[in-house]
C-alpha cells in the first residue's frame, strides 16, 4: 500500500500563502495520478488539484485555479501545492491522494476525493 505523507498546513491571513507538501513511498510515483483535496466538518469532499507526474499535465477546481498551484518532484517523490491569496473559505483539512494509471481515465481534480490512497491530512486555517 502507498503512503502519503502531508506537511505544511498552518493558521494564516486572508491573502496569505502556504505551500502544502505531500511525500509518497511509491517507486512507481511517477506512474501514479495524484491530487489533493480538502475536507470540511459537515461537508463533503473537494477535489482541488490533480496531477499526472510523468506528464506534467494538471487540473484544477474552479474555486482554486489561479490561485494554487499543484507541482511534484520526482526525485523526491513529493507532491507540492502552493496556495496563493488564501481565503476564509479555504480553511479545510487538505489530503494528499493517488490512485494508479488506468487507461482512458483522465487525471482530474474532480476524481481526487475517490482515490484508494490517502494520507492523514494536514490542517489550514485561514482568517478574515
Known amino acids: 500500500q502507498v503512503q502519503l505523507v502531508e506537511s505544511g498546513g498552518d493558521s494564516v491571513q486572508a491573502g496569505g500563502s502556504l505551500r502544502l507538501s505531500c511525500r509518497v513511498s511509491?517507486?512507481?510515483?511517477?506512474?501514479?495520478?495524484m491530487g489533493w483535496f480538502r475536507q470540511v466538518p459537515g461537508k463533503g469532499r473537494e477535489g482541488v488539484a490533480s496531477?499526472?507526474?510523468?506528464?506534467?499535465?494538471?487540473d484544477y477546481a474552479a474555486s482554486v485555479k489561479g490561485r494554487f498551484t499543484i507541482s511534484q518532484d520526482s526525485a523526491k517523490r513529493t507532491l507540492y501545492l502552493q496556495m496563493d491569496n488564501l481565503k476564509p473559505e479555504d480553511t479545510a483539512t487538505y489530503y494528499c491522494?493517488?490512485?494508479?494509471?488506468?487507461?482512458?481515465?483522465?487525471?482530474?481534480?474532480?476524481?481526487?476525493?475517490?482515490?484508494?490512497?490517502r494520507g492523514q491530512g494536514t490542517l489550514v486555517n485561514v482568517s478574515a
Open positions: 491522494a493517488a490512485r494508479g494509471f488506468r487507461v482512458g481515465a483522465p487525471c482530474r481534480a474532480t476524481g481526487v476525493p475517490d482515490f484508494g490512497d
Open positions: 496531477i499526472y507526474p510523468m506528464s506534467g499535465i494538471s
Open positions: 511509491d517507486e512507481a510515483y511517477s506512474q501514479r495520478c
